[in-house]
C-alpha cells in the first residue's frame, strides 16, 4: 500500500513535470512565431495575435498552475488550444493547410491524463475544429496575407519540427507514466506490493541525501537522543520530512525508526564489549 502511494505520488510529479516543461515549450514556439511574423512574413496583425497568445499563456501558467487541479488545467488548455489554432489555420489558408497539424497534439495530451472516452471526444472536438476551419475558409472572405513560396515553406517546416517535437515528448512522458501504472495494476490483480520504480536522476538525489543523513547521524550519534525522529532529521536538513522519509525507505529501510534502530542497536552491542557488565545494569 505504501509502495503504491509513492508510485501515484510519482505519477502526479511526472504529470506537473509534464505540464511545466511544455508550457515552456509553447513558450519558445509563440515566440520564435512572433519573430516570423514580424521579420519574414511582415504581418502585423499576426505578430500581435501571436503575442497576445504568449501573453495569454503567460497569464494563465502564473496565475492558475497551483490554484487549480492538473486535470481541470488540462482541460481548459485543451479546449481553448484549438480555438486559437483556429485562426491561424485560416490565417494560411489560401496557401497551405497544413496549419491542422497543431490540433494533432490535442488527443496525446488527452491519452495521457484522461481516459479512452475523454480521448474519444477530444479527438472528435479536434475533428470538429478542422471541419469548421474547413468551412469558414471556404464560405467567408477571411483577411488572408500575401506570401510567396519561400516565406510559407518556412513556416510550414518550423510548423512539422516544432509540432514533432512536441509530440515526441509528450509520448516519452506517457512511457514513464504507464509503467507505473501497470506496476499499480498488476499489484491490485495479484495482490501484491511491488517496489517503487524511480528514473536514475532521482535515484541519485536521494543517494545523496541518504549520504547527508547517514553522515549527520554518525558525526553526531543523534540516535543517543530519545526523542529524536524524523521531524527533527528533516529541520536539521531543511527538507521535507516526505523526502527524507523516501530517501530512507529508498535505501533498503522500511522506514525512519527501523534505520535510527539500526544505530541504537550497534551502540548497545559496543556498550556490551566496552563496559563491565557486572558493575551496569541493562
Not at 511526472?14 to 511582415?42: A, E, P, R
Not at 517503487?196 to 543517494?207: A, F, G, Q, S
Not at 522500511?254 to 559496543?270: A, E, K
Request: net charge positive; charged share 20%.
Amino acid at each position: 500500500m505504501e509502495n503504491t502511494m509513492l508510485r501515484q505520488e510519482k505519477i502526479g510529479q511526472l504529470k506537473k513535470d509534464l505540464i511545466k516543461k511544455y508550457f515552456y515549450i509553447m513558450f519558445g514556439v509563440l515566440f520564435c512565431y512572433s519573430i516570423y511574423f514580424t521579420f519574414v512574413l511582415k504581418s502585423t496583425f499576426m505578430q500581435l495575435y501571436v503575442l497576445a497568445g504568449l501573453a495569454l499563456l503567460s497569464f494563465v501558467w502564473f496565475t492558475f498552475k497551483d490554484r487549480i487541479e492538473i486535470e481541470k488545467f488540462i482541460r481548459g488548455y485543451l479546449v481553448v488550444a484549438p480555438l486559437y489554432c483556429f485562426t491561424v489555420i485560416l490565417f494560411f489558408w489560401k496557401y497551405t493547410v497544413t496549419n491542422f497539424v497543431w490540433l494533432i497534439p490535442i488527443p496525446i495530451g488527452a491519452y495521457i491524463f484522461f481516459s479512452s472516452k475523454e480521448v474519444i471526444a477530444y479527438s472528435i472536438y479536434a475533428l470538429f475544429i478542422i471541419v469548421m476551419a474547413c468551412l469558414v475558409g471556404e464560405i467567408i472572405s477571411v483577411p488572408l496575407i500575401k506570401a510567396n513560396l519561400y516565406q510559407i515553406k518556412i513556416s510550414d517546416i518550423f510548423l512539422f519540427g516544432s509540432n514533432i517535437i512536441i509530440s515526441g515528448y509528450l509520448l516519452s512522458y506517457k512511457d514513464k507514466i504507464r509503467s507505473l501504472q501497470i506496476i499499480t495494476n498488476i499489484e491490485k490483480q495479484e495482490k501484491i506490493e511491488m517496489p517503487v520504480t524511480l528514473d536514475e536522476k532521482e535515484l541519485e538525489k536521494h543517494r545523496n541525501l541518504f549520504l547527508k543523513i547517514d553522515h549527520l547521524m554518525v558525526e553526531r550519534q543523534l540516535f543517543k537522543d530519545p526523542n529524536f525522529n524524523i521531524a527533527s532529521m528533516s529541520e536539521i536538513l531543511r527538507a521535507s520530512t516526505s523526502y527524507t522519509s523516501r530517501a530512507i525507505r529508498y535505501s533498503e529501510y522500511s522506514n525512519f525508526n527501523d534505520y535510527v534502530n539500526f544505530y541504537r542497536i550497534g551502540h548497545f552491542i559496543s556498550l556490551i564489549h566496552t563496559r563491565d557488565l557486572e558493575k551496569v545494569t541493562l
